[in-house]
């Protein structure tokens, strides 16, 4: 956790590789009602086998079943490795990783809730502006 109490940069870097990572597997196919636990086990996992953060993604999507990475994958991959490198934690990171998976599942989680109803609020907006959908008197 960051010193002010929230999740750090390190935090949401390594989320963003999550909610990718799950976005890729759920379009692959994968159980709705059984992907986060699944992510979560590969999450640990590959940080118990890896040395860095390539390796990291790399065999958390193999494990997943995943092929290439999307560009969403691509992006938030390169923006952690930045991120591990710059805060020149990249010998503690998969520590990190191994240690707060739960926590970072659970940020995972509220980051997808949160844009799902961000999703829904544009949805309704879109439909309430939309003069097709209001009732004429």
Not at 7 to 33: D, F
Not at 90 to 110: I, K, P
């Amino acid at each position: 956790m960051h010193e002010t109490g929230g999740p750090s940069r390190l935090h949401m870097a390594t989320v963003a590789v999550i909610l990718a990572v799950r976005a890729q597997y759920l379009a692959a196919g994968a159980s709705p009602l059984k992907h986060w636990d699944q992510i979560q086990d590969r999450v640990r996992a590959a940080a118990a086998t890896s040395r860095d953060v390539a390796t990291w993604t790399t065999s958390l999507a193999r494990s997943l079943g995943l092929g290439a990475p999307d560009s969403n994958r691509s992006s938030a991959t390169s923006r952690l490795a930045r991120v591990v490198e710059e805060d020149a934690t990249s010998d503690r990171w998969l520590d990190l990783v191994e240690e707060e998976h739960a926590y970072l599942m659970a940020l995972a989680r509220l980051e997808a809730e949160r844009r799902q109803e961000e999703r829904k609020r544009a949805r309704s907006a879109t439909l309430a502006a939309d003069p097709i959908y209001h009732e004429e008197d």
